[in-house]
């Protein structure tokens, strides 16, 4: 089970975030492949969506500063 606490980092939950958005885009991707043309073509829409939302996690975490 997966539970958001206190003490999780904000580069540790980006770092899962954009793992979910990555493993969500993947089985999109791979169930759109066993569906009909017209339900593909919304599916793969939708996994389109979920990668901007990774690119966006992704870009948040490369400007996070990080203290030393």
């Given at each position: 089970?997966?539970?958001?606490?206190?003490?999780?980092k904000?580069?540790?939950?980006?770092?899962?975030?954009?793992?979910?958005?990555?493993?969500?885009?993947?089985?999109?991707?791979?169930?759109?492949?066993?569906?009909?043309?017209?339900?593909?073509?919304?599916?793969?829409?939708?996994?389109?969506?979920?990668?901007?939302?990774?690119l966006?996690?992704?870009?948040?975490?490369?400007?996070?500063?990080?203290?030393?």
């Amino acid at each position: 089970m997966y539970a958001v606490t206190a003490d999780f980092k904000n580069e540790e939950m980006l770092a899962d975030a954009f793992e979910t958005l990555a493993s969500a885009r993947t089985i999109a991707s791979d169930f759109a492949h066993l569906l009909p043309a017209s339900q593909r073509r919304t599916l793969l829409g939708i996994a389109q969506l979920i990668m901007l939302g990774e690119l966006a996690v992704n870009r948040v975490l490369d400007n996070l500063q990080i203290p030393d």
